[in-house]
């Protein structure tokens, strides 16, 4: 079986190269932005979007096994593919005594890190190359259509 799931991840791959060439171009260019801006860090979740428990009109956010200090964009940026998830974000952010204002640099890096961080994961986990082919084209492509709109200088 591992020689027959790796034939079809080297397909996979090659299939998908200019794809994932292009993301990753583009994590490393975000990365050179933010690298040394600690300005603005938080106590993160690093998977809210998943982990939200709804009790009538209160929300809880569990499983903080990947909790770290970042900006808040590192939350926020699963919601960039809906047009109403960030602006909520930012009023979240205004209403608790936050005055920040959400970075596309910031969201568009958290984006394309989240993106290879949970392709690596994937293939850990996966014995199915079917698997992570759905990862690629999955959730976060709705996400990636903001962040490839963001300029780079």
């Known amino acids: 079986m591992g020689r027959a799931r790796d034939k079809q991840l080297c397909s996979l791959f090659e299939k998908n190269r200019a794809k994932i060439e292009h993301r990753a171009a583009r994590l490393k260019r975000f990365s050179d932005l933010c690298r040394g801006d600690t300005t603005h860090f938080v106590i993160t979740h690093g998977d809210a979007g998943g982990n939200v428990i709804e009790n009538r009109d209160r929300y ?3 499983d903080w096994d990947n909790a770290v200090l970042a900006p808040p964009e590192r939350d926020a940026y699963f919601g960039m593919g ?3 998830m960030l ?3 930012s009023d979240a952010l205004r209403e608790n005594g936050i005055n920040y204002t959400l970075r596309p640099e910031r969201l568009a890096y958290y ?4 993106f290879f961080f949970d392709l690596n994961a994937d293939l850990d986990a996966s014995t199915q190359a079917d ?3 759905e990862y690629i ?3 976060i492509a709705e ?3 903001y962040a490839d709109e963001i300029e780079i200088d």
């Open 82 to 84: 809906w047009d109403w």
């Open 60 to 62: 809880f956010i569990v």
């Open 87 to 89: 602006p909520a974000w």
């Open 131 to 133: 698997t992570v082919e």
């Open 111 to 114: 984006c394309y890190d989240s």
């Open 143 to 145: 996400s990636f259509k």
């Open 137 to 139: 084209d999955g959730w």
